[in-house]
C-alpha cells in the first residue's frame, strides 16, 4: 500500500525564490485522515503509541504492516516528517540479514580494506557472524590491545533510552576491557570547549530563557546564523515543538509594532521570513569582525553598560585595548569591519545602536561555531552581550540553543527518566570526535587540545553502531582513505548506509517501530514521559541493539553482566520504577507502570515560575552567591588559563583571526563561492534520506544546492538545471534553486546527503547524490577545541553538460547467498 505524498516537489520550489516562508508544515496534516484502502474504503487497524526523534506519533497497523505514523493529538506542529516513517521501515535500503564482505569472510583481516565499498556481501546466519564478531575482537585485543578498538557511534541513532546503540555497544566494549572513545558533539564541538572558559558552564545545553519571558520583554531579537523554524521540527529526545507556538505568538506582537527583528545570516532563513526580519547578510565565517566592528561603537560612544562590565566581567581593559587598536594597531572601527564582512560600515553603526537602545535578545546557532577558529564568534557573542548589559535581564542578553530541542521550552515539574548506563571504560584513552579520520590516518601524533596533549592511538577495529560516520565527517576522500586502514569494521544499523557498504561485518538492527523502549518528550520541557509500544514484529532477520549485544557479550564470557539478567520489558520497568520513587519524594503522582504503558503516556505540569525564568538572573541578582564556574567566578572576557596555553590560533579574548579560507582570503580567486552546510528542512542528517521525502526537496534526483541570482546568470545556469560543485577536495553534483534568499558568492548545500560516488572503484570519484561533506575540511578549528569547520569552505559551480548519472546511494550491495 502506498502512503500519500501531500506536497509535491513543484510546488516547494516552483519559482526558485519561493522556498517556504510559513510554518514548514504540511497545511494538511491537520486535516489529515487515513489513506484510503483499495476500494476506497477507510483503512483500519490497530494504533500504537510510541515516540521519535520527530516527536510523539501514533502508528497505525493492518494486517501486521505499519502503514501510517500521525501526530500525537497534543502536537499542535508536528512534523511533516512524520508522513514517511512507514516507508522508512520498508525501505529497500534495509539491512535484511548478518552480512559480511567476501574476501573478509575468505582471509579474515589479511583481506585488507581495499575492498571496502566495493565488494559484495555474502550472506551468513546470526551464530557464524555473532561468532566471527567475538572471535576478532579477542583476536584484536590480544594482538593490540584495547585501546587499539574504537566504538565511534556519536551520531543521533535512535530514540529510546534503553535502545541507544551508542550506549549499549560502549556498555559491552567495556566489560570487555575498555575502548579508546571520544568526546564531545560535533554539532558544537567548538561551544562546548570555549564556553566554560568564558561562563564555567556548558551552557549549549542549559534552559534558555523561557518563550514567554522573550514574548512579554523582549523589543529587539536578533537572530544571528539561526533558524528556529527549521531545525526545531527535530529533538535528541522526542520534539515537542513549543517553539512553533512561540514564534507564533512573538509574530503577532511584532505584527503589533511592539518588537522587531534582524537576522543576521548570509542566507534568508525561514524565520526571518515568517517573522519579516530585517536581512542582514555578511561573509560568511565574519561574525567576529562584524561584532567587533558594534563592540567598538558601543566603547567609542559611551553606549557601553560600564556597571555591568565592571561587577560581572574580568579582562575587559585588554579588550578595550584591541578594540581601539592600542594593542596591536588596528582600531575595529566599523570601517574595519565593513571591508572585512562586506557590510556598509553604517548598517554595522546601526545594528550597535539599536541594540543598545532597546532590551535585545543575541540569539546565536551553532552554525558560527563550525568554521575555522570557531571557538572566537561565541567568546565575542558573550563579549558584546557583556558590553550591552543586558545578561540576565527579562528578555536581554544572549541564547544559542532555540533553534536546537525546542529550547526556551518552559521546564514541567517532572522527575526524571534514567536509561541504560554505558558503564565504565577501564581505558583512558580518549579524543575529540571531529579528529576520527586524523586518528586513524596519523597513530601515534601528538596533538594539542584545550591545555593538553593527546596521542592518537593505533586503532585495528571499529564497532560502529547507530551512526553514518561516512556521511557524517568532514572531507569524505580522506575519510575513506582512512576507513581501508582499521584490520576489522563491524557496523550495526537497520540500513545500508555508505558505512555500512565500507565495512567488513554488517549486522541487521531493528528500527525505532520494532520495539518497546521509553523517552521523555521534550528535552527542555521534559512536559512527556512516553511508552515507546512496539508498532510491529521485527522485519526480515534484524535483531534490537540490546540483543545483538547479548550475543556477543555471551561468546565474550559476560552475558549476564552485560544484561543483569534483564529483558527488554525488565530493563523498561525497571527505569520507571526508578522514576516512581523519584516522583513520589517530589510528591508528584504518577500511574503504576501497567497502566502508564497501557495509556501510552504521563504528563507533567509548568509551573508559572517555569514560564517566568530568565537566564543568569542569579548571577546578575548576586554574584557573590551565585558564581559562574570559571575562576573569577565571573563572565571570562579575558581568560588567563587560555592565556598559558600560548596558542598561536585561539588568543586569550575574543579575536578576528582570518579563516584558513574564505572570500577574502587568494584561495576565492580559484574557489570564489563560499560554501555552507546548515541542516536539512525535511531530514535528521541523513535519516529519512531513503524514503520517498525526497520527492518534496531533491532536483533531478540530487541534493538542492541555493545559488544566488546574479552567481547563476555569470555561470549560465538556471533554476533545474543540475550542477557540479567541486574543489580540490572532490566534486559532487546538486541540483540548482536559483533565489534571492542567499548572498552573492555564497551557495548552501544542505548536510545528510547520502554518499553516491560515480565509480566506487576508484578513491575520489564524483559523488552523483551531492554530499557536501566531499567539499568540505577536515581540519581543527584551533588547538584549543580541534572542532570541525564545516563551514568554511570554498568552491566553484559549473552547470554540469553530460548525461546524468544514474542515483544509486540507497540500492543495497551485491550480496550472495553461498561463499564464492
Same mark, same amino acid.
Given at each position: ?102 574476501? *573478509? ?39 593490540? $590491545?584495547?585501546?587499539?578498538? *574504537?566504538?565511534?557511534?556519536?551520531? !543521533? ?10 550506549? =549499549? ?11 579508546? #572513545?571520544?568526546? /564531545? ?5 567548538? +561551544? ?18 523561557? !518563550? ?10 536578533? %537572530? ?24 507564533? &505568538? *512573538? &509574530? ?17 532563513? #525561514? ?48 579588550? +578595550?585595548?584591541? %578594540? ?64 550591552? /548589559?543586558?545578561? $540576565? ?29 554505558? $558503564? ?15 586518528? =586513524? ?16 592511538? #593505533? ?42 557498504? @565500507?565495512? #567488513? ?34 522485519? @526480515? ?43 513520589? /519524594? ?9 497502566? @502508564? ?21 542569579? *548571577? ?52 570564489? %563561492? ?60 546538486? $541540483? ?34 551531492? %554530499? ?49
Amino acid at each position: 500500500m502506498n502512503v500519500r505524498r501531500p506536497l509535491s516537489r513543484r510546488a516547494l520550489i516552483a519559482g526558485g525564490a519561493a522556498l517556504g516562508g510559513g510554518l514548514l508544515l504540511h497545511p494538511d496534516l491537520a486535516r489529515a485522515v487515513l489513506p484510503a484502502a483499495p476500494g476506497g474504503n477507510p483503512l483500519i487497524g490497530t494504533t500504537t503509541p510510541t515516540a521519535t526523534h520527530w516527536g510523539m506519533v501514533e502508528a497505525t497497523v493492518q494486517g501486521g504492516r505499519f502503514v501510517r505514523a500521525a501526530p500525537f493529538s497534543g502536537d499542535a506542529h508536528p512534523t511533516a516528517m512524520i508522513e514517511a516513517f512507514a516507508d522508512s521501515v520498508y525501505a529497500k535500503s534495509r539491512v535484511q540479514y548478518p552480512s559480511v564482505r567476501k574476501s *573478509f569472510l575468505k582471509s579474515g583481516a589479511a583481506a585488507g580494506g581495499e575492498g571496502r565499498g566495493r565488494e559484495e556481501f555474502v550472506r551468513v546466519g546470526w551464530d557464524e557472524a555473532l561468532d566471527l564478531v567475538a572471535g576478532e575482537l579477542k583476536r584484536v585485543r590480544a594482538a593490540h $590491545g584495547n585501546a587499539s578498538i *574504537f566504538p565511534g557511534s556519536a551520531d !543521533w541513532q535512535s530514540a529510546g533510552l534503553l535502545h541507544s546503540a551508542s550506549a =549499549l555497544v560502549r556498555r559491552m566494549l567495556g566489560l570487555f576491557g575498555g575502548f579508546t #572513545d571520544c568526546t /564531545g558533539d560535533p554539532s558544537i564541538a567548538a +561551544a562546548m570547549v570555549i564556553l566554560p572558559h568564558i561562563l564555567g558552564d556548558l551552557e549549549v545545553y542549559d534552559q534558555q530563557t523561557a !518563550w514567554p519571558v522573550i514574548q512579554e520583554h523582549t523589543e529587539l531579537l536578533v %537572530l544571528w546564523g539561526v533558524d528556529p523554524l527549521k531545525d526545531n521540527q527535530i529533538g535528541t529526545h522526542p520534539a515537542d515543538h513549543y517553539a512553533y507556538g512561540a514564534i507564533e &505568538r *512573538f &509574530r503577532e506582537k511584532v505584527r503589533a509594532g511592539r518588537a522587531r527583528v534582524i537576522a543576521i545570516d548570509p542566507r534568508r532563513t #525561514d524565520t526571518a521570513v515568517y517573522l519579516g526580519a530585517q536581512w542582514v547578510a555578511p561573509r560568511p565565517n565574519t561574525d567576529t569582525a562584524l561584532m567587533l566592528g558594534m563592540a567598538h561603537v558601543l566603547y567609542d560612544e559611551g553606549r557601553y553598560d560600564k556597571q555591568f562590565i565592571e561587577k560581572y566581567t574580568v579582562g575587559f581593559d585588554r579588550i +578595550a585595548a584591541y %578594540l581601539t587598536g592600542k594593542s596591536d594597531g588596528v582600531p575595529k572601527s566599523p570601517a574595519w569591519a565593513a571591508a572585512v564582512t562586506g557590510l556598509d560600515a553604517n548598517v554595522i553603526r546601526d545594528l550597535a545602536r539599536r541594540m543598545a537602545q532597546s532590551r535585545s535578545m543575541l540569539m546565536s546557532g551553532y552554525a558560527v561555531q563550525r568554521a575555522d577558529h570557531g571557538e572566537q564568534p561565541y567568546w565575542m557573542l558573550v563579549t558584546l552581550a557583556s558590553l550591552l /548589559g543586558q545578561i $540576565g535581564l527579562p528578555g536581554g542578553g544572549f541564547g544559542v540553543s532555540y533553534h536546537y530541542d525546542n529550547g526556551g521550552s518552559p521546564t514541567a515539574a517532572a522527575p526524571d527518566v534514567a536509561g541504560i548506563s554505558a $558503564g565504565e571504560n577501564p581505558v583512558k584513552s580518549v579524543l575529540p570526535f571531529e579528529r576520527v579520520a586524523e586518528m =586513524l590516518l596519523h597513530p601515534g601524533q601528538h596533538v594539542a587540545y584545550n591545555g593538553t596533549i593527546i596521542t592518537y592511538p #593505533d586503532v585495528h577495529l571499529i564497532y560502529w553502531a547507530g551512526g553514518n560516520p561516512l556521511t557524517h565527517l568532514w572531507q569524505t576522500n580522506k575519510v575513506v582513505e582512512a576507513w581501508r586502514r582499521p584490520e576489522t569494521i563491524i557496523v550495526q544499523d537497520p540500513f545500508w548506509t555508505a558505512t555500512a557498504k @565500507f565495512a #567488513d561485518i554488517v549486522l541487521p538492527a531493528t528500527t525505532t517501530f520494532e520495539r518497546n523502549d521509553i523517552e521523555v518528550c521534550g528535552a527542555y520541557s521534559h512536559e512527556y514521559i512516553v511508552a515507546m509500544r512496539k508498532v510491529i514484529e521485527p522485519l @526480515f532477520e534484524s535483531r534490537n541493539d540490546i540483543d545483538i549485544l547479548t550475543g556477543v557479550a555471551k561468546r565474550l564470557g559476560f552475558e549476564h553482566a552485560f544484561t543483569e539478567g534483564k529483558s527488554e520489558m525488565d530493563w523498561i520497568r525497571s527505569f520507571y520504577a526508578t522514576t516512581l520513587k523519584q516522583a513520589a /519524594g517530589m510528591k508528584i503522582e504518577m500511574p503504576a507502570f501497567d497502566a @502508564f504503558w497501557e495509556q501510552g503516556r504521563v504528563a507533567f505540569p509548568v509551573p508559572e515560575a517555569a514560564k517566568g525564568y530568565t537566564s543568569h538572573a542569579d *548571577f546578575r541578582e548576586n554574584p557573590a552567591l551565585h558564581p559562574l564556574g570559571t575562576p573569577s567566578g565571573r563572565i571570562e572576557l579575558y581568560s588567563k588559563i587560555i592565556e598559558g596555553y600560548h596558542y598561536d590560533d585561539c588568543p586569550p579574548h575574543a579575536t578576528w583571526l582570518e579563516p584558513v579560507e574564505w572570500l577574502g582570503s587568494a584561495r576565492a580567486k580559484q574557489y570564489p %563561492l563560499h560554501l555552507l552546510s546548515p541542516h536539512p528542512r525535511y531530514r535528521l542528517h541523513s535519516q529519512l534520506g531513503n524514503t520517498w521525502i525526497r520527492e518534496w526537496y531533491e532536483v533531478n534526483e540530487r541534493e538542492p544546492m541555493w545559488l544566488n541570482v546574479d552567481d547563476a546568470r555569470e555561470r549560465g545556469i538556471a533554476n533545474g538545471d543540475v550542477v557540479r560543485v567541486f574543489n580540490e577536495r572532490g566534486e559532487v553534483l546538486a $541540483g540548482a534553486l536559483v533565489t534571492d534568499r542567499v548572498r552573492r558568492g555564497v551557495v548552501v548545500l544542505h548536510e545528510g546527503a547520502w554518499y553516491d560516488p560515480e565509480v566506487p572503484e576508484r578513491d575520489g570519484s564524483l559523488c552523483k547524490h551531492g %554530499l557536501v561533506n566531499v567539499l568540505t575540511l577536515d581540519k581543527g578549528s584551533s588547538q584549543l577545541a580541534q572542532a570541525n569547520i564545516a563551514n568554511t569552505t570554498l568552491v566553484e559551480v559549473k552547470k554540469y553538460e553530460q548525461a546524468l548519472p544514474p542515483v544509486t546511494a540507497f540500492d543495497p550491495p551485491a550480496i550472495s547467498n553461498r561463499r564464492a
